[in-house]
């Protein structure tokens, strides 16, 4: 039996049971259920069950969506193999409850906490907290525990650099705040283009008819600034077995479907769609379609990390919105 099962059985199930906020019978029934979990460890707060009562914590549900997705299968419970989607499967506030209040351990000070107040305790109270110096903004690099931030900041020598000295300094933290401002100018730029459409795109999967199968994503096609378009998505830049890795990427293309007498140069990105949750961080491409040159190369889709890209393959579509700017000759 492995530490985690032990401390389960030793230390969790007394807790739970002790629990006065809960009756005694419900308390051990959600003890039991908690036993019974797929195990990936307690980091989500979230639980999903399946129809049988099996729990899941919510980063293990996506996963097991998204793994489906990726191998054409049915997604199904890892310990009774019943069917598992967004619609059969319900979050248990009971496990959640017990949960927040389990003792952890802060990862500074190494005390025992409530789940629930641990966030609270790590970002405002915790005395070995990492901390950086108030002068951070002129150049300081120091950072340490919170309680050797008062000794520090007296003896920073930051405040007595000199002018000359501190605008070196201050030169490297422009240069770092133009490149973030230049892609939010990019955009006010674009927008004032005469030419501008944009529309809401729906990415369906769809499987490549090789002998190995590929998973790929695909828009119907749709008319944007008078001309017909496809977007096509791949998976890990169509990795043969995405599903055996735990680091997922998407990248799209954008596919000019009509004919044109001349050159159409374009700027285009890809946001979240109004029915969508996922983190995209815009980025403008810029591409010149003719009808020799009407695909843009796969470019990457700027999803934050993996778990992000899981809710993504997760969901039956992915829904995005699409900016197309004509640039005017």
């Not at 039996?1 to 389960?8: A, C, I, L, V």
């Not at 097991?64 to 299968?73: F, G």
């Not at 700027?267 to 040159?293: E, M, Q, W």
């Amino acid at each position: 039996m492995k530490y985690e099962e032990r401390f389960f059985l030793l230390d969790v199930l007394p807790f739970l049971v002790r629990k006065a906020c809960l009756t005694r019978r419900t308390c051990l029934l959600s003890a039991i259920a908690i036993a019974s979990c797929v195990w990936l460890g307690l980091l989500y707060i979230n639980y999903m069950y399946c129809t049988n009562g099996h729990l899941m914590c919510a980063g293990c549900f996506i996963h097991l969506l998204a793994d489906s997705r990726l191998k054409e299968e049915q997604a199904t419970c890892p310990n009774c193999r019943c069917e598992i989607s967004k619609n059969q499967c319900c979050r248990n506030l009971a496990v959640e409850k017990a949960v927040s209040e389990l003792p952890t351990e802060c990862t500074f000070c190494l005390k025992q906490f409530p789940r629930s107040s641990l966030e609270r305790h790590q970002k405002e109270e915790c005395q070995d907290r990492v901390t950086q110096c108030k002068y951070k903004r002129i150049g300081c690099p120091w950072q340490g525990p919170f309680h050797e931030l008062p000794a520090h900041e007296n003896e920073c020598s930051h405040p007595t650099k000199t002018g000359t000295e501190l605008m070196g300094i201050l030169g490297e933290m422009d240069q770092n705040h133009r490149r973030d401002m230049q892609l939010y100018n990019s955009i006010f730029n674009l927008l004032c283009y005469e030419k501008i459409g944009f529309t809401e795109v729906q990415f369906r999967p769809y499987r490549t008819d090789d002998f190995i199968t590929r998973l790929y994503y695909e828009t119907s096609r749709f008319t944007v600034l008078n001309q017909t378009w496809v977007l096509k998505a791949r998976v890990n830049d169509s990795e043969r077995n995405p599903n055996l890795s735990c680091k997922r990427t998407l990248s799209f293309q954008l596919i000019l479907k009509s004919k044109v007498n001349s050159a159409l140069e374009c700027s285009f990105l890809l946001l979240k769609g109004p029915y969508d949750d996922v983190r995209i961080k815009p980025v403008i491409h810029h591409h010149s379609f003719t009808n020799d040159a009407n695909e843009t190369d796969y470019v990457p889709l700027p999803i934050s990390d993996s778990v992000e890209c899981n809710k993504v393959l997760a969901a039956k579509n992915i829904n995005l919105r699409l900016f197309i700017f004509q640039v005017q000759k």
